[in-house]
């Protein structure tokens, strides 16, 4: 069972929306999208592409550490992009480390960073995620976070969980989320259009190397055999409609529903916390 969210939770949330807008408005989206041509189309709405629409992924993992872990806990956010979980958990009392190889970037981030950085106690990390040593610290956390992290990858999650797993405390957990490639969506996309659940070729084919959209998304077996493979225990999962932007048209929102009221190999978002074995 999903936990409800705790009004505080959503507040903080609501709160890090309404300080990162002005930002995102100045965001400029050239040079943030050099790796991921796709972050072009956003620019009609930058607020609700890179926010609202992920709100209720949002909520949904603040919730559960806000409900589960002490506030003593130390937490590192890999990949946080548009640093909205940094902020919330930092507002709620939590300490936060936040890692993300900037120069993908261009420097499209910087301000965001200032803002970050001068309002709160959350120390960014500089690393690149993507080669065969993602990152090194000798600081051990107790939670870390890869939400839409590992679908990014150009190669084997591996590498990435391995390093995940040394710096986690022994009594530590980490939290992941992928989109789930076996979707009824996705299916029938591949199945009717024949079109793969990915990025539209041509973000990928304009994008720079190394391409920073999906590269190779999960369904649920794969997530469980890279867990467990990488020396952890899964000891939760769900799967849920990550979006809170409900289609408008007719065909989307019976896709919508069968999605919602199918299995849940139908669903588009996996979410799942582990602990090392």
């Given amino acids: 069972m999903r936990r409800p969210p705790k009004k505080v939770v959503i507040e903080a949330i609501l709160e890090a929306r309404k300080e990162l807008m002005p930002f995102l408005e100045r965001l400029d989206l050239e040079r943030l999208s050099k790796h991921n041509r796709g972050y072009l189309r956003y620019s009609e709405n930058p607020l609700m592409n890179f926010i609202d629409a992920e709100l209720v992924r949002y909520i949904h993992t603040v919730n559960y550490i806000y409900s ?36 993908y970037y261009e420097g499209a981030l910087d301000e965001i960073l200032t803002f970050v950085r001068e309002k709160y106690s959350i120390k960014v990390l500089d690393f690149n995620l993507f080669g065969d040593n993602p990152f090194y610290t000798q600081q051990k956390y107790d939670v870390v976070l890869l939400l839409a992290i ?76 890279s867990l467990y493979q990488s020396g952890f225990k899964l000891t939760r999962m769900e799967v849920f409609h990550h ?21 849940s190999s139908w669903k588009p978002n996996i979410w799942a916390v582990a602990r090392p074995k």
């Fill in 68 to 103: 589960s872990s002490a506030k003593s806990v130390e937490i590192l956010d890999v990949g946080f992009f548009i640093p909205v979980l940094p902020i919330a958990l930092s507002k709620l009392g939590f300490k936060v480390s936040a890692v993300e190889k900037l120069s």
């Fill in 150 to 225: 590992l679908e990014h990858l150009n190669g084997t999650p591996r590498h990435l969980l391995y390093k995940v797993r040394q710096i986690l405390r022994a009594d530590g957990y980490i939290i992941l989320e992928v989109p789930n490639a076996a979707s009824l969506t996705k299916r029938l996309t591949l199945l009717i259009r024949g079109k793969l659940p990915y990025s539209p070729f041509e973000d990928y084919f304009w994008s720079e190397y190394p391409f920073s959209g999906h590269n190779r998304e999960y369904t649920i077996s794969d997530l469980k055999y």
């Fill in 243 to 263: 979006s809170s932007i409900k289609p408008q048209h007719l065909k989307g929102k019976l896709l919508y529903m069968l999605e919602k009221i199918g299995p």
